[in-house]
Structures are given as structure tokens and as C-alpha cells.
């Protein structure tokens, strides 16, 4: 046998390539993470499972240290160290909070002692923190109106939902702002802009981890359970590891237990939830490769795209699909079709002598083989029309790039995105395919 061509040789070389990609560089020596370790440690958090690393692919995480076994404690970080509403409150802000009419949000609460913090610069308590947090985010509110034109159009009418609300919240947190002028030398408009609040407002919606519901009286009635938690936000998502995280009444502190092993240089991840890339993008600003959540969203123009113009009970087919919730979160999968889309299908699909059968179809009964073999063929004409269409705007993101060398970072992260959904789509493709074989 050749050198090097056995099946010892293969898995030494799987081993070596998962070990090149997931192990990190060590950060720890870098200034801004030993002040950070030392305020901790005045705040009685001490680590030794987890150091800042920065990785091929996920950036800057956290790395372990030596090897961690399922069911172990990562971190557990004291209450001392998360800054909540308890900590505006508290402080300085606590005052004009308290006579502002009507209540400040929770949000607004949080949000203003950031701004306000990071103005304060070297004489902020919270320095250590406000040093290693993002100085730019990529969430869809934050990139440029060319960029966002090239998301697909279900994630580009939420990002612009999205700007929409962040430009009402700082609208109308202008007045609040004001009121807060004898604390500052500088005229209040100029520490609290646009560009300053839209960096706070994303610090919290894609770092905050949630606590048990708190009310101030002196807060708005609107949900306060966000808490910022340093160095615990440094661990990156991951859709294929599960953790526990809450906050111990017991102890006092924020504990993250992992369910999987982690071997000595590993980096160490958590997951924020059973997301899709839409979802991730929006909200924390970035797509996950292979996630198994992710999805392509089929609309209702798309839907019925290929249906036959001269069905005259379309309108009511629609209406039922509607009725009954069928009309929204269709997609295809990395295992094809969703239920729900198949679902859809059939029923659009039934012929007029059939159409009493409609409520067999949404109870997932087979109608006849002549309805199933429509729908997937309907299937396979509108993923294949998703197929052109991904491809077109992986091209057209591409010429952008060349031409818009300084939206590099911005249109890498559109296009990961789209090439995510071409995989998924030409995976549903196999699978239609397959399963249309099996019906002739």
C-alpha cells in the first residue's frame, strides 16, 4: 500500500484538519483583556477554564484551557458583573430616570448608560468593558442601503422594519436626552446621536442575556430581563452544541453548564437559540455555516407561481391556505420541502372535482397519486426558479464587491448568506428528485 493512503493515514488527517480549524489563537496577553480579567476579579469572578482566543472563521471567542466534560460549570459570572437596569438605576442616571414622564423604557435605561459610559471614556467605571465590545456591528440596521437591497427580499422588508424602529426609538428618546444636559460639559445632541445610540441599542440586542422579569417603578411596563454579561458574551454561536444558562438565585451568579466535550484549545460555544440565517442576521449580525435551522423562505407570489392562471378557485384556496395558517413560513430545507410548503401545494394543486377534499390535504392525508406528483413537480419548478435567482444575486453581489472595495466586510457577509441558501436549495433539489422518482 502507498504511503500515506491507508485509513490510519485518513483519520490522522481528519483529526489534524478539525484541530487546525478549530483551534484559536491566544488573545490573553493583549492589554484590553488583562485590564478586563483584573476588573473582573475586583467584582469576585475568577476563570480558569476559557481564554479570549481568535479563530479561522468565528473571530474573536473563548478557548478552553484544558479539556471540559459534559454537564461542567464554564463560567459563572457574579451578579456584580452584569450590568443591568439595577445598575442605571443606581447610578448617576438614577435621578433623572426617576422624574422623566412617562417612565423610560428598560431599553432606553440601558441603552443611555452605555452612551454615556463609553463618553466618559478613561473615568468610566466600566472602561474595562466598553474596550472590548465591538466598535461596529453588522447587523442590517447598521449596513449601508445598497447592501441591504441585496438581502432577500423577506430578510430586506425586516431590516427595514428594523432601521424604522431604531430611528422611532432615538426620535423619541431626544426629549429624555435633553433632560440629561447638566450632567455633561458638551451639548447633550452631540453625545447622544444617531450613530451613538444605534451602537448602544445593538450592544444590547445581540449580547444581552436574559434574567428573571424585574420592575422599577420609575421603568416603563415593558419587559426588563436583558443583562449585558462581560466576558461570558465573548462565547460565539454555535447551532450544533446545547448549553444550560440561567441566573442561580443561590449563588448569585450567571452559569453556563455545556452538555458536550470540549478538548484543551477548543474553542468554546454556546447556542442562542434554534435560528435560522435570517433570524441570525438580523439580530446578531452574522450566518452560520452548515446551521441546520437555516431555510429559504418561499413567498406567496413565488407560491403560486407556477400554478395554472385559469384555476378559478384559486382565490378560495388562497383563503383557506390563509385561514388556516399555510401561507406564511414556507420553505425548503436541507432535507427538502418543508411539510407545510408540500402541504400548500397539494392543496393549490387539487383538481376542481377534488376541492372538497381540502380539509384531508392539511390533515396530511393522500389525496390521489395524480395531486402528489403535481405538487412536487411544482416544487421542483419553484426550487429551481429559487436556484437562478441565488445564483444571479451571488454574481450580482460579487461585481459589487469589485466595485465597492469599501463595503468589502459588509457585502462578505450577503454573500455567505447567499451562498447558504444556493447549498440548501440544490439539497432540496436531490431530494425533490428523489422523491419524484419514487412516485413514477
Known amino acids: 500500500m502507498q504511503k500515506g493512503k491507508g485509513r490510519t493515514s485518513r483519520v490522522r488527517r481528519r483529526k489534524l484538519c478539525r484541530t487546525s480549524e478549530s483551534r484559536g489563537v491566544n488573545e490573553s496577553y493583549k492589554s484590553e483583556f488583562i485590564e478586563l480579567r ?6 469576585k469572578f475568577q476563570d480558569s477554564n476559557l481564554v479570549p482566543a481568535r479563530f479561522p472563521g468565528t473571530g474573536r471567542g473563548l478557548m478552553s484551557q484544558t479539556s471540559l466534560q459534559e454537564g461542567q460549570m464554564i463560567i459563572s459570572l457574579p451578579e456584580s458583573c452584569l450590568l443591568t437596569t439595577d445598575t ?26 452605555l452612551v454615556s459610559e463609553k463618553h466618559a471614556g478613561d473615568r468610566s467605571l466600566w472602561k474595562p468593558y466598553l474596550e472590548i465590545l465591538p466598535k461596529v456591528y453588522t447587523c442590517p440596521v447598521c449596513l449601508e442601503p445598497e447592501v441591504v437591497n441585496l438581502l432577500p427580499i423577506s ?14 426609538f432615538f426620535a423619541s428618546s431626544r426629549d429624555f436626552f435633553s433632560s440629561l444636559q447638566p450632567l455633561f460639559a458638551e451639548a447633550v445632541d452631540s453625545i447622544f446621536s444617531y450613530s ?45 452544541v446545547q448549553v444550560k444558562a440561567a441566573f442561580n438565585e443561590e449563588t448569585h451568579c450567571y452559569e453556563i453548564r455545556t452538555t458536550s466535550r470540549w478538548r484543551k484549545h ?9 435560528h435560522d440565517n435570517h433570524r441570525l442576521f438580523l439580530e ?18 413565488i407560491l403560486v407561481k407556477y400554478l395554472p392562471s385559469t384555476d378559478k378557485q384559486m382565490d378560495k384556496k388562497i383563503s383557506i391556505l390563509k385561514d388556516h395558517g399555510y401561507i406564511e413560513n414556507l420553505t425548503f430545507g436541507w432535507d427538502g420541502p418543508s411539510w407545510r410548503l408540500l402541504t400548500a401545494l397539494k392543496l393549490l394543486s387539487l383538481e376542481a372535482e377534488k376541492f372538497t377534499c381540502w380539509r384531508k390535504v392539511l390533515l ?13 413537480d411544482i416544487a421542483q419548478k419553484i426550487c429551481c426558479y429559487f436556484i437562478e435567482e441565488t445564483t444571479a444575486m ?9 466595485e465597492k472595495e469599501a463595503l468589502i466586510n459588509q457585502l462578505t457577509l450577503v454573500e455567505s448568506l447567499w451562498t447558504e441558501e444556493l447549498k440548501i436549495l440544490r439539497a432540496s433539489a436531490k431530494t425533490l428528485h428523489s422523491l419524484q422518482i419514487a412516485l413514477t
Not at 477548543?266 to 434554534?274: D, K, R, S
Open 284 to 301: 446578531y449580525g452574522f450566518v452560520s455555516g452548515h446551521n441546520p435551522h437555516a431555510c429559504v423562505y418561499v413567498s406567496r407570489e
Open 196 to 240: 451613538a445610540l444605534l451602537w448602544a441599542w445593538c450592544t444590547v440586542n445581540t449580547r444581552a442575556v436574559y434574567l428573571r422579569p424585574r420592575q422599577w417603578e420609575c421603568l416603563s411596563a415593558e419587559s426588563d430581563t436583558c443583562a449585558l454579561a462581560p466576558y461570558l458574551d465573548l462565547l460565539n454561536h454555535s447551532p450544533h
Open 38 to 43: 483584573k476588573w473582573l476579579k475586583d467584582r
Open 394 to 402: 451571488l454574481q450580482k453581489v460579487s461585481r459589487t464587491k469589485d
Open 364 to 376: 396530511g392525508e393522500v389525496i390521489s397519486d395524480t395531486n402528489e406528483k403535481t405538487s412536487l
Open 155 to 168: 430578510l430586506k422588508a425586516k431590516a427595514e422594519e428594523q432601521r424604522a424602529h431604531v430611528q422611532e
Open 266 to 274: 477548543e474553542e468554546v460555544f454556546i447556542c442562542y437559540g434554534p
Open 88 to 113: 442605571v438605576i443606581q447610578s448617576y442616571l438614577g435621578a433623572y430616570i426617576a422624574k422623566w414622564k412617562p417612565p423610560p423604557s428598560p431599553l432606553l435605561a440601558l441603552c443611555t448608560f
